[in-house]
């Protein structure tokens, strides 16, 4: 598929018809027409982070930090867009960020992100709560490249069967986030009272796993939780039963019966985190795969370190788009003294706070090998489902080839510190 220069064109001449792009290319309008599209709750959910939001906008602000200096005279308009990342060469330098519960955007969720990375050939990282099973979104993607995102339950077993699950699926790399042993502080949700997975929405990995549905059995069988507190019965209550009924996999009445949506739903609030792992479980799961295995969530120098020490193949420096920790560090600031010391050394990705295609060239050019796009394709979807999602991928791809062309720049592979002028700030 076609982008950059022709797709610019293509843009312009369908502006002559009249027709406006699918979704608009300025993030704030993105965002203002995905709210237009969504629940409040889902809206709230997606674009929300912890607490007053600060670390949120601190990822944003750091891109102001550092601008780019382009050069005369030697330029090109055939850009090398591949990078090598562990060993394989992907045809793009962007990959779809893991993004649990994308039914809140649209209820085809994470399908409608196989199919726009299958139109670009953009790898794919499928995420521990996805709204779609990683089965379905690995035969839509066909050929194209994927990842698993794991968060780590406090069952081992579930853990294995994750991981042999994404090694059926082909997955090329395991990527464990380590930054949300408990949910930040979300004062958006907070104030919704909304929480999507109490509502069965965002456990498809864990509803079509054999092993979660035993260890839901078991418990029933058991009768675990069953003098657990309840929330007040209202009419929500009940409306919000009926939901998960519905929305767990099984059938309404089946759920509604046996109890077992309600069970699956109590199961996975009890084990989807381990809150007390260490890095020595990073040696563990070295046994439980052959796969490349990275960590998420990394953005202190000496987590950095212990990765590395740990035997990881690649980090992604990340603070989850601001959602965990507030009054946190922007994490372009972070990315560059991670790169400065260990460039090299592990695969370096980046996320959090990526919203244009400047900004992927300057994380690029401080050292990340590959960088994550998550919010803004989420947006794609809720305003118009695949064809939202691949364009907003196209939009990102676009412009950074265009950018590049416009600074001289030929491939991707040339891109580095020199590029970048420090404000002086
Ligand atoms: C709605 C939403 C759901 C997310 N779900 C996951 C997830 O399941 N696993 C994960 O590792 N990260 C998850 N993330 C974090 C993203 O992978 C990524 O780190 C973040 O979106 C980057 O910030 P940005 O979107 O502001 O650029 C989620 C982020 C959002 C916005």
Same mark, same amino acid.
């Given at each position: ?171 090329? $790399?395991? +990527? ?7 949910? *930040?502080? !979300?004062?958006? /949700?907070?104030?919704? =009272?909304? @929480? ?113 020490? $740990?035997? +990881? ?7 989850? *788009?601001? !959602?965990?920790? /507030?009054?946190?560090? =922007?994490? @372009? ?93």
């Amino acid at each position: 598929m076609k982008y950059g220069i022709d797709a610019q064109k293509e843009i312009y001449l369908q502006g002559m018809s009249g027709i406006k792009p699918i979704v608009p290319t300025i993030y704030e309008d993105l965002v203002k027409e995905a709210k237009e599209k969504m629940s409040a709750e889902g809206f709230a959910y997606i674009a929300g982070g912890a607490g007053m939001e600060k670390t949120m906008k601190a990822n944003l602000d750091a891109f102001d930090h550092y601008k780019l200096n382009a050069r005369m005279m030697q330029g090109s308009v055939n850009i090398d867009m591949s990078i090598h990342l562990l060993g394989k060469k992907y045809d793009t330098p962007i990959m779809a960020a893991p993004i649990g519960a994308l039914e809140l955007a649209h209820p085809i969720a994470e399908k409608a992100v196989a199919t726009a990375c299958r139109e670009l050939n953009i790898p794919m990282i499928f995420s521990n709560q996805a709204s779609v099973k990683m089965e379905t979104c690995a035969s839509e993607l066909g050929s194209t490249p994927r990842w698993f995102q794991l968060y780590w339950s406090k069952s081992d077993d579930l853990v294995q069967s994750f991981v042999s699950r994404a090694e059926k699926c082909d997955c090329e $790399a395991i +990527v464990v986030t380590l930054d949300t042993t408990t949910l *930040g502080w !979300r004062t958006r /949700d907070l104030d919704l =009272g909304y @929480l999507p997975f109490l509502r069965g929405e965002g456990l498809a990995q864990y509803s079509s796993d054999p092993i979660f549905n035993a260890i839901v059995e078991e418990r029933m069988k058991n009768k675990v939780g069953a003098n657990d507190p309840k929330p007040p019965i209202t009419l929500t209550t009940i409306e919000n039963l009926f939901k998960v009924c519905k929305n767990y996999p099984g059938g309404f009445l089946n759920n509604l019966t046996s109890g077992k949506a309600l069970a699956a739903v109590k199961t996975f609030i009890d084990i989807y985190m381990r809150p007390e792992l260490e890095w020595a479980d990073i040696k563990r799961l070295r046994k439980m795969t052959k796969l490349p295995i990275l960590v998420k969530g990394i953005h202190h120098i000496e987590d950095a370190k212990m990765a590395i020490d $740990a035997g +990881v193949d690649g980090m992604i420096i990340s603070n989850h *788009g601001g !959602r965990q920790v /507030d009054g946190g560090v =922007g994490a @372009l600031t972070a990315l560059d003294e991670i790169a400065l010391e260990l460039k090299g050394k592990a695969a370096l990705l980046f996320d959090s706070g990526i919203r244009s295609g400047a900004d992927v060239i300057k994380a690029l050019a401080l050292g990340a090998d590959a960088v994550l796009i998550g919010r803004p394709f989420a947006f794609g979807v809720a305003i118009a489902q695949e064809r939202g999602a691949t364009a907003v991928f196209k939009h990102f791809l676009s412009e950074i080839e265009i950018q590049l062309s416009l600074m001289g720049i030929k491939s991707i592979s040339e891109l580095n510190r020199n590029v970048l002028a420090k404000d002086s700030e």
